[in-house]
């Protein structure tokens, strides 16, 4: 393809609104309008992409680093898009909102009797926890919701309506979830158990017979009940009494109260121990190259982009390439190079080589610097010097050196090499 057929225009600057270095050598080498748009040459790259990646041993093949957590492969880049939990021992890696640790079972204890005592002013598990002069691992956190499907959702509910639907036994997908008060919940891990959901309003939590601020699933009615997998294993834990200023102490999973679902429902965090190998979690920023859905080509390229340039432009691996071959006529005082840079042009694509064939009337040194920014991984450069010696003038695009060839061997010399 001609450069002009492909309408590629490339810039000196770096764009000011460009995300990460990547993205800035993508707009400037013209794979990518400053408005994110793939244009006509990113096309190319990730048509390329498309055709060769097609497991994760092919995303290494090209030279990117991963974390992998089947079906998801990472890339891992302090410009991701996502928060990452990975562990440096055994490799395993996963979103951080969904990865799963080694959970420390609690020590075991008797269960003991159930107590009601006043807790003024102690609405939070914090202040719970001060409070009572225990550590927040001994506290039993509420936490309510509303799935998205039920019937109950509307702009502003009111206590009557919602004793109207409770009547009529339509808010089953009231949701109370418990997890212990030294852990955070993951929505992420929730929504994948119950679909979309929302913050119950105080009046829906009135009418399961729940109290804001001092909620326990003891006594609650028509609500979906999940634990966290902690939960049955913690012990007299103190919990809300349902009624504002109280707490119950000594709540146990099993005998005060059950749950429809029992899961890991908390946050991991960097340091917690792998659930394979329980050595510390570590965290980074990555891309997500690859889920249940297939692979992403643009995040890819980005990826590439990111990995894959130098202070000139890009360098994307062969396999990938817009194009194999960046073809580049230097215009002679004293002699027409473009018959010969032509017919190297037809030789080339008949060879099955796709050629990107810069035949502008620019300056040289243009011409240079645009083919470092596009990062073919071949420049031949057909110019005068060269073929008053039957020569052209072949650099690989991460070389450092120029090699003259003989113009006849061209396709012969990129062949084996």
């Not at 991963?66 to 939990?85: I, K, N």
């Not at 340091?271 to 997500?288: F, K, V, Y």
Request: charged share 20%; net charge negative.
């Amino acid at each position: 393809m001609r450069y002009n057929e492909l309408t590629l225009q490339t810039h000196r600057e770096a764009p000011a609104n460009a995300r990460s270095a990547g993205q800035a050598w993508l707009i400037r080498a013209g794979y990518l309008a400053h408005n994110g748009q793939v244009l006509p040459l990113g096309e190319r790259a990730l048509a390329k992409i498309r055709a060769f990646v097609q497991t994760p041993a092919d995303l290494r093949q090209i030279g990117l680093s991963l974390l992998e957590s089947a079906p998801e492969a990472y890339c891992p880049t302090p410009v991701g898009s996502h928060d990452l939990l990975f562990c440096p021992a055994c490799g395993t890696a996963a979103r951080a909102e969904t990865a799963q640790v080694k959970k420390a079972m609690p020590a075991s204890e008797t269960p003991a009797a159930l107590e009601k005592v006043l807790t003024p002013d102690c609405p939070t598990i914090e202040s719970l926890a001060a409070f009572l002069g225990i550590p927040t691992s001994k506290t039993a956190k509420a936490l309510m919701f509303v799935s998205r499907d039920s019937r109950l959702e509307s702009s502003s509910p009111t206590l009557e309506s919602s004793n109207l639907l409770l009547s009529n036994s339509l808010i089953a997908n009231f949701l109370f979830i418990v997890i212990r008060g030294d852990t955070a919940l993951s929505e992420a891990k929730l929504e994948a158990l119950v679909g979309p959901f929302r913050l119950a309003t105080e009046d829906e939590i009135r009418a399961i017979g729940a109290a804001p601020g001092y909620a326990s699933p003891i006594g609650v009615k028509n609500a979906r009940i999940l634990v966290d997998d902690l939960i049955p294993q913690s012990a007299n834990l103190v919990a809300g009494a349902n009624k504002a200023g109280y707490h119950l102490l000594n709540t146990n999973y099993g005998r005060d109260y059950s749950a429809e679902t029992v899961a890991d429902l908390t946050q991991a965090n960097p340091g917690d121990p792998c659930i394979r190998c329980a050595s510390a979690l570590s965290e980074t920023r990555g891309w997500i190259l690859a889920s249940e859905t297939g692979f992403d080509p643009e995040k890819i390229l980005l990826a590439l982009a990111e990995s894959h340039h130098d202070d000139k432009g890009l360098s994307l691996p062969a396999p990938v390439a817009a194009f194999d071959v960046y073809l580049m006529q230097v215009p002679g005082k004293t002699m027409d190079t473009l018959p010969a840079a032509q017919d190297l042009y037809e030789k080339l694509q008949a060879a099955g080589l796709s050629v990107l064939f810069d035949d502008r009337n620019e300056r040289a040194g243009v011409k240079f610097n645009d083919a470092d920014l596009v990062g073919c991984p071949i420049r031949i450069t057909v110019g005068e010097r060269g073929l008053q010696n039957g020569m052209v003038e072949v650099k690989g695009r991460n070389g450092s050196e120029v090699e003259q060839i003989p113009l006849a061997e061209t396709i012969n010399h990129l062949r084996s090499h």
